[in-house]
């Protein structure tokens, strides 16, 4: 079967397991192993055995009795009681030196056999404490009155910065805690050529430690422990191994140069003494033949890694130098730094300005924008960045595109090989608007009285709208900008047009034009209809519509059937014709009008008959004469008797026959004028 990549990778991930188990399960066997890394130093086994003598300083606060050590004394006070003679035995483990990652316990363990005889004479309350048989662990000398069992945290792995050529390193570690109660009294230090801490013991309690002087060159191994109150102690931190060289020859570096200007730089150097006064100079030039060399200013130095400088001045803009640190002692020399080189900056160029062109005006063409000052060959540009009112182009051509907008314009003088590049302050290009071409106003021609016209006119220039004005006129007015209506035709009426300033153009008017006025002509005049006159009726006519003051005559032509009189209608034929016509007369304002012709409606009139009379008559006397003979237009009225047995009529007489009521009636038929009369009937009472 083929094996895919993963397969294989598998396998090799799975031997490089085991490899590394087996040589962990070997170091956690035998530490001392020549193939740990980082064996632990031999150890130092020293065996601290706790005091027996009684005092209630050692004992925990609670202890369960438990045959062996027995003690009768006083808690408090000067004991004066004869004690019983005791025997006690214990047994010890001793505790021995632990170095990093192994605790050696010594074989057999020492239990030692002692006796111990003492008196008091008793002047308190006795009080008797049992002490159980005691077993100390290798990893404790002694448990403190607070009964702290916990040995405090291993200190950081320490290091140093140290100069080999140091004779007095120093070493710095994390600090430890303590977590059992009785708080941190220290640490202990083992220092020295053994690389497994067979070396001396120096204690501490800050976080540094300064070597004591080195004479000898080697490679010394630094061991540092924890320990609290309580006597705890923690596991050994390190080693950390440290290369003395001695004293000597000095050693050298060449740092980078720092505050590198266009005519000015700070060498730095590293040197270290190594035990002897040492001067200390640079060399510099344009090549690593250098040329010229300068005394540092902290020459001479006698420690390890001082820091030595020079400042330089006088030098040439854009340019490369070389330069290394020297130094020389007793010990020898001179020893040279390596070559660094560093490059002075670009010089900055004189202040650059853009020479003002002045007020420009829109569409008055482009203008060349020039500059003043700047230096060296490298070539000028211009922007007119966020510039609303003006373009620009990189070689100056400036156009003016919105008078209203801004023209704000910067210069930049490139770069060069000796030479920053550099930018003019902004210069504020000063815009105008141009005037417009002359407006002409559209002559509307005669205008009649309160009539209202849109005003026209022409010409000019840009986008701004055209507005008009009469001021002054006695005979018209302009409302909603360009609406002109005539208020008096008699007066005057002078025009101004008026085209509003844009972005790009100033406000432009026209020369003041005079409107011509005219009188109006009337609204529309109607004589008004006066319904239907009867034959012989006299009306008074009136009229509707027209307009102004003139006075209204009337006219009736050639009409038959009616006369006129003013403005006295009356019916004389109401078989003929009537029409009639209205004029009003023209005033200042309105033109005279004439109406239609209205035909009057004419009809006959109506008539009446009076009350018949006799009411009474005698046979003796024998007739009587009835009335009225006429009607109420004058016309002759007809009797007749409905009582012929009482009476007889012929005519306007009535003859009586008979006593009794005789009834009479009247009529007239009417003629080509008048209606028919209504008919009027009476009673004449008959007597003897």
């Known amino acids: 079967m083929k094996l895919s990549f993963w397969d294989i990778m598998a396998s090799m991930v799975m031997l490089a397991g085991l490899a590394l188990a087996t040589i962990f399960i070997n170091i956690f066997i035998n530490p001392y192993s020549f193939i740990n890394p980082f064996p632990p130093p031999t150890p130092i086994a020293t065996l601290d055995v706790p005091t027996l003598t009684p005092s209630q300083r050692v004992l925990p606060d609670v202890w369960t009795t438990t045959p062996g050590i027995q003690e009768t004394f006083d808690m408090m006070g000067t004991p004066s009681v004869t004690g019983t003679s005791i025997t006690a035995t214990g047994t010890i483990t001793g505790t021995v030196f632990v170095l990093p990652s192994k605790t050696v316990t010594p074989t057999p363990p020492n239990t030692p056999t002692f006796t111990k005889t003492f008196s008091k004479t008793p002047n308190k309350t006795l009080t008797t404490y049992y002490l159980k048989t005691a077993t100390m662990t290798a990893t404790k000398t002694a448990e403190g009155a607070s009964g702290d069992k916990i040995p405090p945290t291993t200190p950081g792995t320490p290091y140093s910065y140290s100069a080999g050529s140091n004779p007095n390193p120093v070493f710095s570690w994390g600090a430890s805690t303590d977590t059992g109660g009785s708080g941190l009294k220290g640490y202990k230090i083992t220092w020295g050529l053994d690389s497994g801490g067979n070396n001396p013991i120096y204690t501490t309690t800050a976080t540094t ?62 040197v270290s003494a190594n035990g002897y006064s040492t001067t200390v100079t640079f060399e510099y030039g344009l090549t690593t033949i250098y040329g010229t060399t300068v005394t540092a200013i902290e020459s001479p130095v006698s420690t390890a890694s001082a820091s030595v400088s020079y400042v330089l001045t006088g030098l040439s803009p854009a340019t490369t130098y070389h330069y290394r640190v020297s130094a020389i ?4 020399g001179p020893i040279n730094g390596s070559d660094v080189v560093f490059t002075t900056l670009k010089a900055n160029q004189n202040p650059l300005t853009i020479n003002d062109p002045g007020t420009l005006t829109y569409g008055g063409g482009s203008v060349t924008l020039t500059t003043t000052g700047g230096s060296g060959t490298g070539a000028v540009t211009f922007n007119a960045g966020s510039s609303t009112g003006c373009t620009v182009t990189t070689a100056g051509v400036l156009t003016v595109t919105n008078a209203s907008g801004t023209c704000n314009i910067v210069a930049t003088k490139a770069a060069d090989a000796t030479y920053n590049a550099i930018s003019s302050p902004t210069l504020t290009v000063t815009l105008a608007k141009a005037n417009q071409a002359a407006i002409v106003f559209t002559d509307p021609g005669p205008v009649a009285y309160l009539n209202t016209i849109t005003l026209t006119a022409s010409g000019g220039s840009g986008t701004g709208g055209f507005s008009f004005d009469a001021t002054g006129s006695t005979g018209c007015t302009i409302a909603s900008v360009n609406q002109l209506t005539v208020t008096d035709n008699t ?81 004389t034929d109401n078989t003929g014709t009537c029409a009639v016509t209205a004029t009003k007369d023209a005033d200042a304002h309105y033109s005279s009008a004439t109406s239609a012709s209205r035909t009057i409606t004419m009809v006959k009139a109506n008539q009446t008959i009076g009350t018949i009379s006799p ?65 009027v009937t009476g009673t004449i009472v008959v007597g003897p």
Not at 501 to 520: G, K, L, Q
Not at 544 to 568: M, N, P, Q, R, Y
Not at 653 to 672: P, R
Request: charged letters at 5%; aromatic letters at 6%.
């Open 209 to 270: 430690w300064t070597a004591p002087t080195l004479t000898t060159p080697g490679i010394y191994y630094f061991y540092v422990r924890a320990e609290d109150e309580a006597g705890n102690q923690s596991a050994w931190a390190g080693p950390c191994r440290f290369g003395y060289t001695g004293v000597g020859a000095p050693s050298a570096t060449t740092n980078a140069a720092t505050g590198v200007t266009s005519t000015g730089a700070t060498l730095r150097g590293t």
């Open 329 to 332: 002692n007793a010990g020898g």
């Open 491 to 571: 007066g005057t009426c002078n025009v101004v047009a008026t085209k509003a300033a844009d972005n790009n153009y100033n406000a432009a008017s026209s020369a003041s034009t005079a409107v011509t006025m005219t009188v109006a002509p009337q609204a529309t005049l109607t004589v008004d209809n006066p319904g239907s006159l009867a034959f012989g009726s006299t009306t008074t006519l009136s009229t509707s519509g027209g307009s102004g003051t003139g006075a209204v005559t009337f006219d009736i032509g050639g009409s038959s059937g009616c006369s006129l009189s003013g403005a006295d209608l009356t019916i």
């Open 615 to 679: 009411t009474s008559g005698s046979l003796s006397g024998g007739s009587d004469t009835l009335s009225p003979a006429t009607s109420s237009a004058g016309l002759p009225v007809t009797f007749a008797s409905t009582t012929t047995g009482i009476c007889t009529v012929s005519g306007t007489t009535v003859t009586y026959v008979a006593e009794g009521n005789c009834g009479i009636t009247a009529n007239q038929s009417g003629d080509t004028h008048y209606n028919p009369a209504p008919q």
